[in-house]
């Protein structure tokens, strides 16, 4: 049980503040807020196993959420199916797509990677945006209520208890993971390639799952968002949202996951709080993007932990 | 029969033969040294039996299996290990974990098992990490159980490599240097760490400097010049032989 | 059909053009601290916003040209002394994210300065296409291209035949090496940030009646300009700048025959394909891991 504890203390901290923090809500807006931050961070936790601890980029993970978005509110909608079938089919859909398209383009390295997954996003989102009969095109959508069991989801209040405990669930699958023998696969193909090679690991192999798992968690958070927002527009998907999420799982500290629901949290949060200065928001955002990457290349929650960690040693 | 045949080998990188028409074998069970002077092709060779490079022509044979140009992931399946010179250790992870990746090819890795943690896997990673705890002992490592990598010595590291290698169980394991670098104790130990290895039976190729080791601990030697083969034999019969001191010595006087 | 093909090809080569100069300044840059800077968009925004300001104020066009690339590239030493020069050893996502935090930065300080309206500037040479073979050409089309394979030939001359240029190779091949030398590489990246700068700005000012200028234009070019360099291969000026081409003819071609709402979409798959064909682009080497 100790072990437990001690491998999950992150996840209890996270449960404690999920459940404290309706004390501090006022209205339907911050309900909002903290939903769709709560929907980023399950997507920044699957994000982070790939570019954290398997040291691969994406600059394109907004796309799997978006095409997970999408499935949810065509399939749905225009076919009428019931909404965990639609998320689990999106969330199958996109993990043979990222499949498909992974076994070539992990292959490469640094930024041509960069620039690969870029391509594939831009790609998704132009063809989502241009198929306006199937999507909507530019003006969107918008997926029927979601419903588990008979019961569905209508207040922002039974939302909030939903993401918080779907976003409990990604950290725990993302803990177990790190530390079986496929994490420390992951781990090891990022630390020394050619020494986790000769040991007996297929790099190739582990890199292509680990972009699948990560493209499956987007889905996932995307299908939810598609139940929770009025409409699903393509600017959901766009180069802008998946630098975005990067930003979110390197600002809260890549190979940590609890710093990537740091990271999502202050991400989705800050522009609200900016919101009444709307005009030096993005010079903000700007400035503290570069500042934490200067002043703390580690990110936010790796940073603190280990000054705590040097306060507490003698 | 033969672990490691090697026939014929050639590698050129760009018009530039590092290794030339090379051809050994290894017998199973012995420690093997291969020893040249800087630039005489040891760790290309290396690199060429664990299939990190792929040879331009000719033979290399491991358990009657042709392994020329097969990937190191699969080489590591057949039972072939190694450590590197310059070291490639995962820094981002702690002592023990580096040992515990070196175990990966005996460990279960059912994304379901590792997603949920059932059981099963969880009583394996205890085992497996008490196990890995051990080599490190084994390698004389017993002050890092619980160390990070990032904050372990360079000497440290290469015996951490070597624990690595051995927790992939491996039937051959080849030693890039594993003495460069060290203090005359540190030494002493890599040396006793390898005639343990052997004694358990898996087989050890090792390129090194330090001819006092390999001179004291090996079966059989191989001389490397210029990647071609200079002279072959036990301690005895390389010590005494023209060809190598005219090559150790030649250029001195 | 002849006569479109050529008009294709003219439309493509005028966006390359610009694409070619963007993927450059990315080379240069890239080649001087092996960062992928990608605020290099925003350099055309502020190149030609800047312009559209001064004569704006009242400044003849040449002037208001010489003030707002000088500006521009103030505005790029600065980037490499505040932003890049403190995080040298960083990893190279946390310098991705540097560069993309400063585009973010830039953006919203030109519009808080020149509003979030588009702006244009002035024709150059008039407004009278030219006839060549049946297709048209805007006078300003050939500004664009003939400034930018002057832009190209100046920099190919400056890093072939000049000691700084030189300078700045030996600094990309091997920067301990370049500072043994007695190169001073802070001074190496200072001076990539300002040329890129000068690239962008120019590149978006000649650009900028044909395309107009708005705060947000950079985003889209910076991308491209990526593209075109790592379709070239990162960190090969002679790549960069056929990158960039190839580009621009593509998504014109693509645009004319296929289908303008996928004109983009094409391109990046072309180059999809040619990255996994060819991991280090058109142009670029192999690499062996040292081990």
Known sequence: MSAFLQRHRGLLILAA?????????????????????????????????????????SLGHAAFFGLGAYASAILTTTYGWHSLTAMGAGMAGVGVLAYVVARPILRLKGHYLAMATLGIGVIISIVLNTEAQITGGPDGMSAEPFSVFGFAFQTEKSWYWLVGGCLLASVWLATNLINSPIG?????????????????????????????????????????????????????????????FVVMAVFGGMASVMGSVVGAFIMTLLPNVLASIEDFEPIILGAIMMGTMIFMPKGLVPTIAKKLRRKEAP | MSLLKVTNLTKSFGGVSAIRDLSF???????????????????????????????????????????????????????????????????????????????????????LHSLLRLPSLARSEVETRKHCWELMDFVGLSQYRDAEASAMSYGALKRLEIARALAAKPKLLLLDEPAAGLNDTETREVDEVIKRIAAQGITVVLVEHDMKMVMGISDHILVLDYGAKLAEGTPAEIRSNPDVIAAYLGNVG | MLESSIQFILAGLTSGAIYALVGLGFTIIYNASHVINFAQGEFIVIGGMSTVALMAAGLPLPVAIMLATLVTMAVGMALAKFAIQPARDADVVALIIITIGASIFLRGIVQLVFGKDIHSLPHFSGETPLNLMGATLMPQSLWVMGVAAALI?????????????????????????????????????????????????????????????????????????????????????????????ILGIVESMSAGYISSAYKDAIAFVIILVVLVARPNGLFGKKGIDRV
């Open chain 3, 153 to 245: 030939l100046v920099m190919a001359w400056f890093f072939n035949a000049t000691l700084a240029g030189k300078a700045m190779l030996a600094t990309a091949y091997n920067a301990l090496a370049a500072r043994l030398m007695g190169v001073d590489t802070k001074w190496v990246l200072l001076s990539a940030f300002a040329l890129s700068a000068l690239l962008g700005a120019v590149g978006g000012i000649v650009v900028t009646p044909i395309t107009f200028v708005s705060y947000e234009s950079g985003i889209m070019l910076g991308l491209k300009g990526f593209s075109a360099a790592v379709l070239g291969g990162l960190g090969n000026g002679v790549g960069a700048v056929a990158g960039g081409l």
């Open chain 1, 17 to 57: 503040c999920i459940a404290l923090l309706p004390l501090g809500v006022r209205n339907d807006y911050h309900y909002d807020v903290l939903i769709n931050a709560g929907l980023n961070a399950i997507v920044v936790v699957g994000l982070n196993l790939l570019i954290g601890y398997a040291g691969q980029i």
């Open chain 1, 184 to 244: 420390r696969a992951l781990r090891a193909l990022h630390g020394a390639e050619v020494g986790a090679r000769v040991v007996g690991i297929d790099t190739t192999h582990y890199k292509v799952l680990i972009f699948v798992i990560s493209a499956m968690f987007a889905s996932f958070a995307g299908s939810l968002f598609a139940h929770h927002t009025p409409t699903v527009t393509p600017s959901i998907l766009g180069f802008i949202k998946s630098v975005e």
């Open chain 2, 25 to 111: 074998t290894i017998e199973p069970g012995t420690i093997h040294s291969i020893i040249g002077p800087n630039g005489a092709g040891k760790t290309t060779l290396f690199n060429l039996i664990t299939g990190v490079y792929t040879p331009s022509s000719g033979s290399v044979r491991f358990a009657d299996r042709e392994i020329g140009g097969v990937e190191p992931h699969k080489l590591a399946a057949l039972g072939m290990n190694r450590t590197f010179q310059n070291l490639q250790i995962f820094h981002n992870m702690s002592a023990v974990e580096n040992v515990m990746v070196g175990a990966h090819l005996h460990l279960q890795k059912g994304l």
